[in-house]
């Protein structure tokens, strides 16, 4: 799991890590869940890319083909 700190644009994501806490001293190891909280991290969670789907265009009766013609593209390419 990821967190994000927004006044200090970090992120974390796991293992040990050196920060400057918000009372001037230093950390460095693997903080737990509610120091990162404490130290105004949240729980990062990357957007989502939204995209459109494109229409399907229904056949028309100009696309429709008869079976003779389709049997003559089948024999005669």
Same mark, same amino acid.
């Given at each position: 799991?990821?967190?994000?700190?927004? !006044? !200090?644009? *970090?992120?974390? /994501?796991? @293992? +040990?890590? !050196?920060?400057?806490?918000?009372? $001037? /001293? /230093?950390?460095? $190891? #693997?903080?737990? #869940?509610?120091?990162?909280? *404490?130290? @105004?991290? %949240? %729980?990062?969670? +990357? +957007?989502?890319?939204?995209? *459109?789907?494109? +229409?399907?265009? *229904?056949?028309?009766?100009?696309?429709?083909? !008869?079976?003779?013609?389709?049997?003559?593209? #089948?024999?005669? $390419?």
């Amino acid at each position: 799991m990821a967190y994000y700190n927004k !006044t !200090t644009d *970090e992120y974390y /994501s796991g @293992g +040990p890590f !050196t920060l400057t806490k918000p009372d $001037g /001293s /230093s950390f460095y $190891g #693997i903080p737990t #869940i509610e120091e990162l909280i *404490e130290w @105004g991290f %949240e %729980e990062y969670i +990357p +957007p989502v890319e939204e995209y *459109e789907e494109e +229409p399907v265009e *229904e056949p028309t009766d100009e696309d429709e083909i !008869t079976a003779e013609e389709a049997l003559d593209i #089948i024999v005669n $390419g």
